[in-house]
C-alpha cells in the first residue's frame, strides 16, 4: 500500500487552501498513492495560536459539508482513500475533527480530537470542546486505519485503545513548531508507540511561518518495528510517499506477543494498579 503525507502551508484564503489541497491528492493519486493524509486545520490558518475573540463558530465547518464533499469527489474519482482535518460544528460544539472518506468517496465517519490542550500559542480550549467519539477504527480499501490528532499521540491510553481496535496503521493530522519538543524527542515518541503497539504511524504536519509560530514540517513515517520509513524536509511544502507493507503488523514484537499477555485485571484508568507495601 502506498500513503502520501500532504506537508502544506495554509494561506489565509480557505478557497485556495481547498483547491491547494486538491491539486495535491490529484499528484498523490498520480505518484500511486492510495491514501493521502492531511495535517491539523489545513484549509485555515492555525487560528488556536491567539485566544478567541469573537464567536468561535464563525469559524467552523460542517461535516459532511462543502470540503468533505469536494474531497469525497475527489475520492472517488481516483480511488484514494483521503483523511482530512477539520474544525467542525455539531450543534452548539465544536471540535477539531478528522472525517476519514474511502476510496469510493463514502465518508466512513468523523473521528474528534479527546484531548485538548491550553498554553501560549496553542490556546485550544478557547476554541474546542473535547471529542465525543473514542478511538475508532475504520475498515478501509487500504486497511484497518485509526486517527490520533495532534495533542492525542501524547497519551498512550489512546494510542492502545487504536491497537486494541486492531488498527494495522495510524494517522496523525499534526500542527507541530519548530523546536516544540528536545531534540530527539518527536521521533522517539513514535517510534515507541509503534514498537509498543505493532501497528505503522503516519504523521502529516503543517509547515511555514504563521504569525508567531513557525511550523516545522518533518511529516513522518514508523513502521510496527519502531524504524523510521520515510522522512519529509523541515520548512518546505512537500508530498511524502512511501510504500507501506500492512502484512508487517502481524509479525511485529506487540502483535505476537506484548497485547497478547496484557493483563488488564490489573490495569485502573490505563494505568497499573497502586499497591501500598507496609513497613
Known sequence: MKIALIQKSAST????????????????ADAGAQLAVFPELAFTQFFPQHRLDGDRMELTQLIP???TEAFSDEAAKHGVVIVLNLYERAGNCAYNSSPVIDADGTLLGTTRMCHITQYEGFYEQDYYDAGDTGAPVYETAIGRLGVAI???????????ALALGGADLVVIPQAGTVDEWPEGVYEAELQA????NGFFLALANRVGQEDMLMFS???IIVDPNGQIVAQAASGTDSILVADLDLSEVHDSPARRL??????????????VRAVTIQA
Open 13 to 28: 484564503d480557505i478557497g485556495q487552501n481547498v483547491e491547494r489541497g486538491i491539486q495535491a491528492v490529484r499528484e498523490a
Open 65 to 67: 459539508g462543502p470540503i
Open 150 to 160: 495532534c495533542y492525542d499521540r501524547h497519551y498512550p491510553e489512546y494510542l492502545r
Open 193 to 196: 508507540s509503534a514498537f509498543q
Open 217 to 219: 514540517g518533518e511529516s
Open 258 to 271: 506484548f497485547l497478547k499477555h496484557r493483563r488488564p485485571e490489573l490495569y485502573v484508568e490505563g494505568g
